[in-house]
T-cell receptor, first 112, second 114 residues
Framework: EDKVVQSPLSLVVHEGDTVTLNCSYE??????LLWYKQEKKAPTFLFML????IEKKSGRLSSILDKKELFSILNITATQTGDSAIYLC????????????FGQGTILTVHP | DADVTQTPRNRITKTGKRIMLECSQT?????MYWYRQDPGLGLRLIYY???????NKGEISDGYSVSRQAQAKFSLSLESAIPNQTALYFC?????????????FGEGSRLTVL
């Protein structure tokens, strides 16, 4: 059975802090790992990673994948209150890209 | 207008009632999915459909059924709702073939079963 585990489950920081969110996985026939941000409604896509060691970056957010150790991290530098959200990690495996297995999510709260 | 539209957005019902959640999309994607989200459990796949004639169970299909009425429409039914089906339900789509794995989500339907 495919499994995705995120840590920590929740995190409270102050603006300007840097945070690291973790995602470990066990999946048959790994294809890709995705990060989503969920505020009050639908998850929105952040990154898709398929290769080890190649950092994906978008503004203050960055992510990297380690396929040997089966984990990924999502870094957010200089956090802002608008970064407060649930961050979801998901893995595509098996015979189809579209069928994702999600982790529990990390609830990030950024205080002013 | 949203590319993936879910109705209703919020629904409160009683135990034993039949409920249908509807999803329509204008993205032209072949693949559609229903997920439910519970606090601390992330999103779990209920059913998915890779085209109009293809329906597959996900990890938590018991108590649910689906109908793919057209490429653009995918409905989720709870034949006899129970309180532990109280959750936030998401419809999602993706294109056919090799792609990023990214799903495109609707806004969610919050269902409360009393």
């Amino acid at each position: 059975e495919d499994k995705v585990v995120q840590s920590p489950l929740s995190l409270v920081v102050h603006e300007g802090d840097t945070v690291t969110l973790n995602c470990s996985y066990e999946v048959t026939n790994f294809r890709s790992l995705l990060w989503y941000k969920q505020e009050k409604k639908a998850p929105t896509f952040l990154f898709m990673l398929t290769s080890s060691g190649i950092e994906k970056k978008s503004g203050r957010l960055s992510s990297i994948l380690d396929k040997k150790e089966l984990f990924s991290i999502l870094n957010i530098t200089a956090t802002q209150t608008g970064d407060s959200a649930i961050y979801l990690c998901a893995v595509a495996g098996g015979t189809s890209y579209g069928k994702l297995t999600f982790g529990q999510g990390t609830i990030l709260t950024v205080h002013p | 207008d949203a590319d993936v539209t879910q109705t209703p957005r919020n629904r409160i019902t009683k135990t034993g009632k039949r409920i249908m959640l509807e999803c329509s999309q204008t993205k032209g994607h072949d693949r559609m999915y229903w997920y439910r989200q519970d606090p601390g459990l992330g999103l779990r796949l209920i059913y998915y459909s890779f085209d109009v004639k293809d329906i597959n169970k996900g990890e938590i299909s018991d108590g649910y059924s689906v109908s793919r009425q057209a490429q653009a429409k995918f409905s989720l039914s709870l034949e006899s709702a129970i309180p532990n089906q109280t959750a936030l339900y998401f419809c999602a789509t993706s294109p056919r073939g090799v792609h990023t794995g990214e799903l495109f989500f609707g806004e969610g339907s919050r269902l409360t079963v009393l």
